[in-house]
């Protein structure tokens, strides 16, 4: 009994002590390499600037400085216990503890050959340029007669006033203009502000997410100027710029937990029009840094200028560079390597298993594609193109419009009431044509309108063409609309 009670005790010494050395945190000069960002501090600093939300009560104070914070790096790549030593204002601070807690791609500090828990320190800058023109939960903005924005109110031809929440600066109402005639201003027109839900679908075997909209409406009707969607869980899904009711290369789009996943913004290059978008993992490890040239509308030409692994190693530098990632199909995740030459696909890409079984395998000039093979159930599948969406058969999308016209109707409860109205169907095209999985994910508010729309859908079972995926026949999520609008 004696012995057992000491082996006992000798366990437990080594499992406390074995414990003790697992959650030890290590300073700078106690370990052999330190705790550091993969892809580098400059990408670091461009993260921490890109997902930075700076509370509207410091904009509003023009706030510029930095806080200082430390943190225990632990050995997954993930910030625990993070303080702040010095800093800024309370909002300030929080939202920097927010922000330094989504980066979870640390390279943990090495001691002995092993990762280990260590404490960094780090100076976050917050600047922000102070907001003019706010008074009492509105923030004005000024236009001379040809439409462009202003600073000053001086030789303004309209002035733009909209309703703002204190806490976060955001749009909360109707966008009013007015046309400034002396000292009067005489209402021109309203932007009115629409909350609807639209639904994103990540693929066709999963399942769609329900997202909250806001958008601004002219008197035509249309979206304009910039459009916020919101996850179920009240984090940003994007943030668009739109002209005239179309999304522009002016956007950011965001992570379920709040991490930037890519932004695009027009690059300064004279006489081109050229977009860069930087896309992040959801870790917060930069991706890839690519360039969109759409100076020739109908032939836009895209170039990889940079591109990193999951570990944060830079495998494209300048367009050029040899890539193996990590890419996913539906549920399947496979590997694609080739090369890439001045930010375009160049000769032999292949695709396989981690066990090595073959993919795909491809061949390009300078990024067009010419030829491919693909490998499934033991088959070989030759293409020439890598892609074809499923289609209406008779005629794609002006088929499409024709067989409405000939089928749809009007249903004359509705008509007699005047009631018009938009559904949103949802469908499945299979790989041998048919459609499945019907769904009205939006209504139009009025049950005969809905139960039409879903109706001529189901008539057109087996009148579409299945999609391609490198060959292979895959099926297809749609989500169309459907309007009802009486003829005047």
Request: with cysteine.
């Amino acid at each position: 009994m004696k012995k057992s009670f000491i082996l006992t005790l000798l366990f437990s010494a080594i499992f406390s002590l074995s414990f003790s050395q697992q959650n030890d945190v290590y300073t700078l000069q106690e370990v052999d390499s330190a705790a550091m960002i993969p892809s580098g501090k400059p990408y670091f600093d461009l993260f921490i600037k890109k997902n930075i939300k700076i509370p509207f009560q410091a904009q509003l104070a023009g706030v510029k400085g930095k806080v200082y914070l430390s943190a225990i790096v632990e050995t997954n790549g993930t910030v625990s216990n993070i303080e702040i030593i010095k800093g800024l204002r309370p909002d300030c601070d929080k939202e920097v503890i927010r922000l330094f807690s989504l980066f979870k791609a640390w390279k943990p500090a090495q001691k002995d050959g092993k990762s280990v828990r260590s404490r960094v320190s780090y100076p976050v800058s917050v600047s922000s340029e102070e907001i003019q023109n706010y008074e009492k939960g509105y923030i004005t903005s000024f236009f001379n007669a040809q439409g462009n924005s202003i600073a000053s109110a001086d030789s303004a031809a309209y002035l733009q006033k909209a309703a703002v929440d204190t806490l976060t600066g955001d749009i909360i109402a109707d966008i009013i203009f007015y046309k400034i005639n002396g000292t009067k201003l005489k209402p021109y027109f309203t932007l009115k502000e629409k909350k609807e839900y639209s639904y994103y679908f990540p693929g066709v075997t999963k399942d769609s997410i329900r997202l909250l909209t806001i958008s601004h409406i002219n008197n035509y009707g249309i979206a304009v100027g910039e459009q916020k969607k919101y996850y179920p869980n009240g984090n940003l899904f994007s943030i668009v710029q739109l002209e005239e009711g179309k999304n522009t290369e002016n956007f950011s789009l965001f992570y379920p937990n709040g991490v930037l996943k890519e932004s695009s913004e027009s690059a300064n290059i004279p006489d081109k029009k050229v977009f860069t978008s930087i896309k992040w993992l959801p870790s917060g490890q930069i991706h890839s840094i690519i360039e969109k040239d759409v100076t020739i509308t109908n032939n836009p030409v895209i170039s990889v200028i940079s591109m990193w692994d999951s570990t944060g190693n830079q495998i494209v530098k300048n367009g050029n560079g040899n890539v193996k990632i990590l890419s996913a199909y539906e549920d399947t995740f496979f590997y694609e390597k080739g090369v890439y030459l001045n930010g375009q696909k160049q000769g032999l890409w292949e695709g396989e298993f981690k066990d090595g079984q073959k993919v795909y395998s491809e061949n390009y000039d300078n990024g067009k594609f010419l030829d491919g093979v693909s490998f499934h159930e033991g088959k070989r599948i030759s293409y020439t193109n890598p892609e074809i969406k499923s289609e209406y058969a008779d005629g794609g999308l002006k088929g499409w419009g024709s067989f409405l016209n000939a089928n749809l109707s009007y249903p004359q409860d509705a008509r007699e009431k005047n009631i018009e109205g938009k559904v949103y169907i949802n469908f499945v095209v299979c790989t041998d044509g048919s459609l499945c999985n019907f769904e009205v994910i939006k209504s139009s508010g009025n049950s005969s309108l809905d139960e039409e729309a879903l109706r001529v859908v189901k008539l057109s079972n087996g009148k579409w063409k299945p999609g391609l995926q490198r060959g292979k026949l895959v099926k297809t999520k749609y989500v169309l609309p459907l309007n009802f609008i009486l003829g005047k």
